[in-house]
């Protein structure tokens, strides 16, 4: 099984700023098949990116996803109020035993 | 619009069972994959089960394999998790979600999700 181990654990930024969150894959992700999901209190998930760079239907370009191998990034270029939320990654290579990270929870510093 | 709506939680006794459910809209349920994926309170995701499009091919995760079985309904636009000797920890919000390939599969649709509390 792919563990994913996804830092920092919470961020603290201001409206505005840029976030950078990372996820680390015990193996190597081959075909960049990892997924970014957004989920907000009380919600369910919702896909932001998947095949590591590539944007869901809807989803606004100050999400980007990059990397390769066993290192991944969510960047958010600019922070907006509805962006605090936790974030996880999912690797889909490893099929079909999915499996997420811990994922990274974005404050409102 | 594409809708997935979970229904069956509830609270149960440790060792009994409990029947979820998924009904779907929006969009043609035989052409997706779908799944359960579940969420401990304060937790991160799990991803549970998978069932093909046509219900033929099946997967689940090491800690529910031989207790839960997910099956559908493309008649009723149905998807099914059967969870049998339940155990507190199974005590999550269980989401269903789809996805268009059954073998290395994101999610691109979800469900608000279910709560089930296994306790005495």
């Known amino acids: 099984e792919i563990v994913l181990t996804q830092s920092p654990g919470s961020l603290s930024l201001s409206p505005g700023e840029r976030a950078t969150l990372s996820c680390r894959a015990s193996?190597?992700?081959?075909?960049?098949?990892l997924a970014w999901y957004l989920q907000r209190p009380g919600q369910a998930p919702r896909l932001l990116i998947y095949?590591?760079?590539n944007r869901a239907t809807g989803i606004p370009d100050r999400f980007s996803g990059s990397g390769s191998g066993t290192d991944f990034t969510l960047t958010i270029s600019r922070l907006e109020p509805e962006d605090f939320a936790v974030y996880y990654c999912?690797?889909?290579?490893?099929?079909?035993?999915?499996?997420f990270g811990g994922g990274t929870k974005v404050e409102i510093k | 619009q594409v809708q997935l709506v979970e229904s069956g939680g509830g609270v149960v006794q440790p060792g009994r069972s409990l029947r979820l459910s998924c009904e779907v809209s929006g969009f043609p349920f035989i052409n997706y994959a779908m799944h359960w994926v579940r969420q401990a309170p304060g937790k991160g995701l799990e991803w549970m089960a998978v069932i093909a499009y046509d219900g033929k091919n099946k997967n689940y995760a090491d800690s529910v394999k031989g207790r839960f079985t997910i099956s559908r309904d493309n008649s009723k636009n149905t998807l099914l998790l059967q969870m049998d000797s339940l155990r507190p920890e199974d005590t999550a919000l269980y989401f269903c979600?789809?996805?268009?390939?059954?073998?290395?599969?994101?999610?691109?649709?979800w469900g608000q999700g279910t709560l089930v509390t296994v306790s005495s």
């Open positions: 979600a789809r996805s268009t390939a059954y073998y290395r599969a994101w999610f691109d649709a």
């Open positions: 095949g590591a760079s």
């Open positions: 193996q190597s992700v081959s075909g960049n098949y």
């Open positions: 999912q690797q889909y290579v490893s099929s079909p035993a999915l499996t």
